[in-house]
């Protein structure tokens, strides 16, 4: 039972969040499950860079701006529906980040982390300053969705849900691949990665390009929902920062703590703003998660969880010591006998 | 016998300091030969030039007369030369078995998007893993393992691209001596199955009973170089380890 129950979780859950809009009605709920699976999508494709390969973007704003804005533009120059350009318009933005990664990603470490900052802050006056293309500072506006108004955000929360099953099943598919145990190996030791003969450089640009493509899918679709962007919310750095939150509580690294970060830390920032109104004291408290998770739980949720179960299972299994006799005698048996040291042992084994 | 790898008037510096000088060596193919020389001489160094870790200011390597120069550590290793480390380096997070199916070649989509473990290569790995006596621990994080373990998975590990030439920075310091005899063992029965290896090792007794050929490097210069024997008894060599 626990066995099945371990495998195919996934699918009670997602009868559960397909129901959940129906039993509540209320707009409020289908906005807020929107923007779970908006980070919870985002977040999981920041993970393929920040948590995968280790490289910990914090100008991944500048991704979900292009997105929006490229849908935005799309919209109001061309009549094309965000919810059908923004899965396109995202490759582009995709192959954008991979030109801009292949000139940054030269710098590892705290030096990544300011360059993509300074990535984000360069695309922001940008925006801000071609006018004529992105109104400028005061922004874009996108027409209004075509549904009846009783629909509200309902399609937006079931398209998202969509998008978020897609990211999930992309980041799950690359963790188990050569590909994805190559960004793992850069994360634990680039050098001695690229020494084993992984072409760090072409790796690391095309996770780059895969998590920027989720990003900026999930800004072309939040723009059409919030129907009007501006630099400011589009290219702000906060979006980027959650992203990281998210990801950091679930797990960094694993496939589905992105997704548990979102669930966990959207609705909970809702519910501290409509306890303290509309002062930045929902940031504060945020922040002191932020610290908490650092102090206590530095590798998230789902690693410490792993941990305490490896702990458990196996308690004598971690024995850090030299060479065991055993080890030895394998060895020198392998060397008297001529064959492997486990042949020798077999051999060994065998003598009454 | 043809030559696996030529190194033609390398020289290399750091700033003010060179490190390796007008270096010139050739490495049989099939045979196993050693580098030797006090600390600071420039073995390492010259293991990163060939390697692809740093370009060479001048001079020319050749891996099978191909030139090697301006191509990247991954591609070099590609080309059938890899190495491992004086100070161990794994992917510590990775389980053992990971840890042998990374350094796998990395051609083409398959490789890519495959899956990360293919059932042949997992045999393949754990073939080699018996051989080194690892296979109980192949699930285990490599950050487990003893630091003799480690070193084995480290040489285990990059034999799994099918190397021609493997280069080994130190592989007997801090190693007991069961063990070195074990790991001298190893390297000669790979070499017999067509393997060629480049050792720098400071445990004199581990050279000359093991090489075929040995080079003396003396600060970044090439000082003598000849079969074990010869090289016991050069004078220029007694007198960098021994002082005048």
Known sequence: ??????????????ILLLIFPLVFAEPYYHLLGFNVFLFATMATGWNIMGGYAGYRSLGHSAFYGLGAYAAAIAANQLGW?????????????AVFAMLLGWAMLRATGAAFVIASIAMLLIVRLLANNFENITGGAPGLSLPIPPWPPMLSRL??????????????????????SRFGLGLLAIRDDEGKAEMVGVNTTLYKILAFGISAYFVALGGGVWAYAQTHIS??????????VQLILYTMLGG???????TLGAFILVPLSDLILFQFGGSPIHLAVLGAVMMAIILFMPRGIIPSIRGWQEARAAPR???????????????????????????????????? | MSKILEI???????????????????????????LIGPNGSGKTTLFNLITGVHTAHSGQIRLMGRSVNNLRPSQICAQGICRTFQITRLFWEMSVLENMIVPIRHVGLRALFGASIYSDEADRAMRLLERVGLDHLRDQPARRLSFGQQKLLELAAVLMSGPDLVLLDEPASGVNPTMIRFIMNLIRNLNSEGVSFFIVEHNMHFVMELCDYVYVLDQGVEIANGTPEIIQSNPAVLEVYLGN
């Not at chain 1, 399609?155 to 992309?170: C, E, H, R, S, T």
């Not at chain 1, 630099?231 to 980027?240: E, L, R, S």
Request: hydrophobic share 45%; net charge neutral.
């Open chain 1, 317 to 352: 299994a971690t024995h850090t010591g030299a060479l065991s006799m055993e080890d030895l005698q394998r060895m020198q048996g392998g060397k008297t006998e001529g064959g492997s040291p486990s042949e020798a042992a077999a051999a060994e084994h065998e003598r009454p």
């Open chain 1, 81 to 93: 529906n965000p919810l059908i350009s923004s899965p396109i318009l995202a490759l582009g933005v």
């Open chain 1, 252 to 258: 960094s690294g694993t496939v589905w703590g992105p």
């Open chain 1, 155 to 176: 399609p937006f929360y079931y398209y998202m849900l969509g998008v978020l099953i897609v990211a999930i099943i992309v980041s799950g598919f690359l963790r188990r």
């Open chain 1, 231 to 240: 630099p400011p919310f589009a290219f702000g750095i906060t979006v980027g």
């Open chain 1, 1 to 14: 039972m626990t066995l099945i129950l371990r495998r195919w979780w996934p699918l009670p859950a997602l």
């Open chain 2, 8 to 34: 033609d008037r390398v020289t290399h510096s750091f700033g003010g300091i060179v490190a390796v000088q007008d270096c010139s060596l050739s490495l049989e193919r099939g045979k196993i030969t050693g």
